[in-house]
């Protein structure tokens, strides 16, 4: 089993190029069903859980192209089923996207219920409810999801009772072209949200409001083929700039959307860093050790929940002590154990972990257990003293595009190791 190693204590230094967003391109990938003409999507990150959702397509009959590592063309005119039941698709949460596009698209579809990382419960009630209000019948059982219309599917005013990104893709995306017009409030604006919006405005939807949090949509009798490029990942940019933050290093952050990254810049402007910012880039400096701060995981525009975790892991060698505080997903502090192997004072009471800064971390042998959290356990052993190993770095890869060459890149000592002998090779050439 694939495993990374590490050796930590080298500051980070240099440039690193950020991917396309990929919780944009899930939602992307799946709008583009909704049409039988050719799409071209650009800056697709090259990671596992587009493979898995571009396999799920391909099993329904959509023939994908890869033009290149980030570009494929796309085209759904061939579609012969809109039961989506590949092994694959059980194991990421966007699954549920494919539901709002072929409802929207054929009228019906059926879906194997939402898997990923395993952070807490991602009801998908808010998903039902817009579908019902649009006129379709929704049944869940055996482990998937049915959706069908009811005659026609018709426009309709839908609240939702929370803030939630997967609804209001699902809702747009059905609305999209449903008749009528559909009104979302209390509709989610993170950037993801906007792009799948531009996303469909580009094939001919006629969506208004997304990056608010009243959505207007009126629907169209159908969509045309388009070329789209995907906008760069927020947290991915995030994570290296935590890099940076955690390893008292100097690094640049390239094609990017600053304006996205504001609140995360905020957090580490509090915490003594220096940010420069540029039109596409910003650069990260950590000259000195950081300091405490707070932090509450909210919704678009607030600080993003799936930087809580490199948060946590930085602020476990900052000055002080911190409180985080998680108001999105009621499990997703399960990596603190990890990190308590390295040396860290954390207390986890409710829905807030409390860090009591510690000078330094020490080596371990780790274990992910989620995206985000296998991200800011390598971030740990970038900052501690010693070699660590990660295991199941397979939910690691399901987000991050070439994570250790872009960390070498920029000085860290990491490899990907799959035996005892790449790793007495590993720990004889550190030294």
Same mark, same amino acid.
């Given at each position: ?22 919780? %944009? ?12 003409? *050719? ?120 609240? !939702?009772? @929370? ?10 995306? %059905? ?38 949090? @009243? ?23 995030? *994570? ?49 050790? !950081? ?21 946590? %892991? ?6 002080? *002590? ?84 872009? !960390? ?21 050439? @550190?030294?």
């Amino acid at each position: 089993m694939e495993q990374y190693i590490i050796k930590g204590g080298n500051p980070l230094v240099g440039d690193v190029e950020i991917c396309g967003a990929k919780n %944009a391109a899930l939602g992307i990938l799946a709008a583009s069903l909704m049409t039988d003409e *050719t799409v071209v999507i650009e800056n697709l990150p090259d990671v596992s859980d587009i493979k898995v959702l571009i396999q799920a397509m391909e099993s329904i009959g959509v023939i994908v192209e890869h033009l290149d590592r980030h570009t494929v063309k796309i085209n759904s005119s061939m579609i012969n089923s809109t039961t989506v039941d590949s092994v694959y698709i059980k194991k990421i949460r966007a699954s549920y996207y494919m539901l709002g596009a072929l409802l929207g698209k054929y009228g019906r579809a059926e879906v194997a219920l939402p898997g990923g990382c395993n952070i807490g419960s991602r009801p998908i009630d808010q998903h039902t409810k817009g579908f019902k209000a649009l006129g379709a019948d929704v049944d869940i059982s055996h482990g998937h999801i049915t959706t069908a219309k009811t005659g026609k599917l018709n426009g309709n005013h839908i609240y !939702l009772d @929370v803030v939630t990104v997967g609804a209001t893709i699902n809702i747009m995306m %059905a609305a999209a072209l449903a008749e009528g017009k559909t009104t979302i409030e209390n509709a989610a604006k993170e950037p993801h949200v906007v792009d799948v919006a531009n996303f469909l405005n580009s094939m001919g939807a006629n969506v208004k409001g997304a990056g608010t949090d @009243v959505i207007r949509i009126k629907g169209v009798e159908k969509l045309h083929g388009t070329t789209y490029s995907i906008i760069p990942d927020q947290i991915e940019a995030g *994570t290296y700039m935590f890099a940076a933050a955690i390893t008292m290093g100097d690094v640049m952050i390239k094609n990017i959307i600053p304006k996205h990254l504001e609140s995360i810049s905020a957090k580490l402007i509090e915490m003594g860093c220096q940010i420069e910012e540029f039109d596409e880039s910003l650069r990260v400096v950590a000259s000195k050790r !950081l300091k405490h701060t707070q932090v509450k995981t909210l919704p678009y525009p607030g600080f993003p929940t799936d930087m809580q975790p490199q948060v946590v %892991a930085t602020l476990s060698v900052c000055d002080g *002590t911190s409180i985080v505080t998680e108001s999105i997903f009621e499990n997703r502090f399960k990596y603190v154990d990890e990190l308590t192997k390295m040396g860290t004072r954390i207390k986890v009471e409710g829905n807030s972990a409390i860090i009591e800064g510690v000078d330094r971390l020490t080596s371990a042998s780790l274990s992910a257990p989620d995206l985000r959290a296998g991200a800011a356990l390598v971030l740990a052993a970038l900052a501690a003293d010693g070699i660590s190993t990660i295991d199941d770095i397979v939910y690691i890869e399901r987000g991050y595009e070439d994570f250790p060459e872009k !960390l070498k890149n920029l000085g860290a000592m990491i490899e990907i190791v799959s035996s005892d002998q790449e790793i007495n090779k590993f720990k004889l050439k @550190v030294g």
